[in-house]
């Protein structure tokens, strides 16, 4: 029977591709880093040519567009009570009607965060509705990779089903409007698969394997003799044959074993390509079965010999043949990407492994020379699969045109040299020189390593600093505006391999470079007044916090400030960081303090009950998040200000011409884009702004 537990859609509302205009529209573009982030699952349409879908762990869905070769982001229409829509944990379309689009919104499963959702298009995610559900979703949860959990029933486009990461089988009897949890009793669902009658549903518990409804959904019964592991994916031929992979992980970390199973009526049979040893650990997780039958699995989690890689067969897992050894990867037009996988050599990158974290691979069910797999980085794709069965090279472009999941932990614009210097998440970051294009030089180095932070001394702009989560060197300087960068000493907290449990946190610099600040994660201050060479723990420094900075004064070398969120303490040192005092305070919460370019002691506060101007609330702001300063207005003689808040209650990108007197919004409801890790103005050009939402890369907005 169907479970009572009836949840409605009371917070469905739509989510607009196109608001209202705006007195200053903007427009808005990717700057192309292309690349970054988990890429986690891929769909195509079974039934129309043309239509492809991805979807990412913390950023967001995409169409991809064959004509142009981009994707198309869909999820910018989300604003910050939506910002969880960034995590997709899975996706469906509707077999019969090529046009609807459903997905899920919830990135974690802690009790921080908003319960998940589940979404759903009539025009393939231009416009979208929202039906938050009475639990969590993990997007970016252990098992994200897996297969698509959220299903369309084939013969009833009126009935969707769900699984969950802890709560059960859910479905849903009005295309997602509301849900009702099933009699499926295990609490973890990574899989299923909807044929009639019958439901196929992988448990994500250890030892429960796969499970089988018969009757529509209204009993379930564990498959007899299914492999007691986590079934990761699976795909139905059309003689009735049913091929899983199993890992004994969810995956995408942590797997040490794993198989490739069919299971023919009540019959299995291990048709495993290659299997994993004590001595060589690994899984199983991507798979797909094209329309002519050609059956694709990916290893997961192997990083003994060539790592990861596909294998292919084309009579039902009898025979198989490894994709890597005939792989040629072309990354010459991401210089990022070249050294991210080993250097300058571009044979040998070429030939180097095929990536990590593939769980997410098909074959294009209307062209069987397309294959496309994604990475812990991006995206591959080739156009001639077939030569695989000639025995001749496969090549693998990198196809993340638009595709931006670059986390960002630090975002600048300095008032000369490049236009944007960029912190990020597991591939270092940039200096930018043109923002339309990849950048060919400014790459932080090394390419594979977290970069907490970057800042740049604000009189002398060539001189800029940046620290990194690494085993070896923790932070960088450059002398000539990121064109080369020199090694410079850690603090003591620093000085150790192992940086998971000391990350580096944040570095700033004076204004004319005299002395640098470093304050590492859940640490105190540190000074140097010899641009790293020696360290000196800060006085005054309030409790250690994972979000406490310092940030220099643009103007006056000697002083820095901090803002303490535990008690609303803006403190200052003016004595090149060494000690650090009260300067005033406000209510206690979250914040983020800025300096004005070009005026000694000038502070903006952005906090969640108000906007503050040194210590004055400024009128009409309601919340502010974010706070940063852009190129003076024509006539202007103070900065202009762009504000990420709420304005007389309405939520957007604001900029203001008159220090805050009067505000305009300068993005629309089809550009909200979550959350925002950062932004910054640019000191060069008039109404330019940089805008680093959660993962989604950096993002360039320009407006008059």
Not at 210 to 236: C, E, N, W
Not at 297 to 314: A, F, N, Q
Not at 607 to 613: D, K, N, S
Request: net charge negative; glycine share 12%; charged share 20%.
């Amino acid at each position: 029977m169907m479970g009572k537990h009836l949840f409605a859609g009371i917070l469905s509302v739509l989510i607009a591709a196109g608001g209202a205009a705006n007195a200053r529209p903007y427009e808005w573009k990717t700057i192309p880093f292309q690349g970054g982030g988990f890429v986690d699952g891929f769909l195509y349409h079974p039934k129309k040519a043309g239509i492809l879908y991805t979807r990412t762990d913390v950023g967001g869905m995409y169409r991809f567009d064959y004509a142009g070769k981009r994707w198309v982001p869909l999820m910018d229409g989300f604003g910050k009570d939506d910002w969880d829509c960034m995590g997709v944990m899975t996706m469906a379309v509707d077999p019969q009607k090529p046009e609807r689009l459903y997905a899920t919104c919830g990135l974690y499963l802690n009790a921080r965060v908003p319960n998940g959702a589940v979404v759903r298009s009539k025009d393939q995610g231009a416009t979208w509705s929202i039906t938050r559900l009475p639990f969590k979703l993990g997007g970016n949860a252990m098992g994200r990779g897996t297969g698509e959990r959220l299903q369309v029933d084939p013969s009833d486009s009126d009935t969707l089903w769900l699984g969950t990461n802890q709560d059960g089988l859910w479905v849903s009897h009005d295309r997602g409007v509301s849900f009702t949890r099933t009699s499926y009793a295990q609490k973890s669902v990574t899989t299923m698969l909807v044929s009639g009658k019958t439901l196929y549903i992988g448990s994500g518990e250890v030892g429960e394997g796969l499970y089988r409804s018969s009757d529509g959904g209204h009993t379930f019964a564990a498959v007899p003799g299914s492999p007691k592991m986590i079934p990761h994916q699976m795909a139905l031929s059309n003689d009735g044959v049913l091929y899983a992979t199993f890992s004994d992980n969810l995956g995408p970390h942590g797997v040490t074993d794993g198989a490739v199973w069919k299971l023919t009526g009540d019959t299995w049979r291990d048709i495993t390509p290659a299997k994993p040893s004590k001595e060589a650990p690994f899984g199983y997780s991507g798979l797909d079965l094209s329309p002519q039958g050609t059956l694709i699995v990916s290893t997961s989690d192997r990083y003994s010999g060539s790592g990861d890689d596909l294998y292919i067969s084309t009579d039902g897992g009898a025979r198989w043949t490894p994709v890597g050894p005939q792989a040629v990867h072309h990354s010459q037009t991401h210089p990022w990407l070249r050294d991210y996988m080993g250097g300058h050599d571009e044979d040998a990158v070429a030939r180097q492994n095929m990536g990590h974290w593939m769980d997410g691979v098909k074959i294009n069910p209307f062209n069987p020379k397309e294959l496309l797999y994604g990475t812990g980085y991006g995206v591959w794709m080739t156009q001639n699969l077939d030569n695989l069965a000639r025995q001749q090279k496969v090549d693998f472009t990198f196809e993340n045109n638009n595709l931006e999941e670059t986390v960002i932990l630090g975002l600048e614009s300095p008032s000369a040299g490049p236009k944007v210097l960029m912190a990020a998440g597991d591939v270092a970051g940039s200096a930018f020189t043109d923002l339309t294009k990849t950048p060919s030089h400014g790459l932080f180095s090394p390419t594979n390593k977290t970069n907490q932070s970057v800042a740049f001394a604000a009189l002398k702009p060539n001189i800029i600093v940046r620290s990194v989560d690494s085993e070896d060197t923790r932070g960088y300087i450059s002398l000539d505006g990121a064109e080369s960068w020199t090694p410079i000493a850690a603090p003591k907290p620093l000085d150790t391999p192992d940086w998971h449990a000391h990350r580096a946190g944040k570095i700033a610099i004076s204004s004319q470079a005299g002395a640098l600040v470093w304050v590492p994660e859940n640490e105190g201050a540190w000074y140097s007044h010899d641009l790293g060479k020696t360290w000196t723990l800060s006085t005054g420094w309030p409790k250690p916090s994972r979000d406490l900075e310092a940030i220099a004064d643009k103007v006056n070398d000697a002083v820095f400030y901090a803002y303490d969120r535990g008690t609303g303490t803006v403190l200052v040192s003016r004595d090149s960081g060494a000690s650090f005092a009260p300067l005033f305070t406000v209510a206690a919460g979250g914040g983020q303090l800025r300096a004005v370019p070009g005026r000694e002691g000038d502070l903006w506060l952005a906090t969640p009950a108000a906007l503050y101007h040194n210590q004055k609330p400024v009128p009409g702001v309601d919340v502010a998040w974010q706070v940063t300063f852009g190129k003076a207005a024509p006539g202007a003689d103070y900065p202009a200000v762009f504000l990420w808040g709420k304005v007389k209650g309405e939520e957007g990108l604001w900029r203001s011409d008159d220090a805050g007197v009067t505000w305009v919004r300068i993005n629309d409801d089809a550009h909200r884009f979550g959350q925002m890790r950062a932004i910054a103005g640019d000191p060069r050009e008039y109404g330019t702004l940089y805008v680093a939402p959660d993962g989604r890369g950096v993002m360039v907005g320009k407006g008059n």
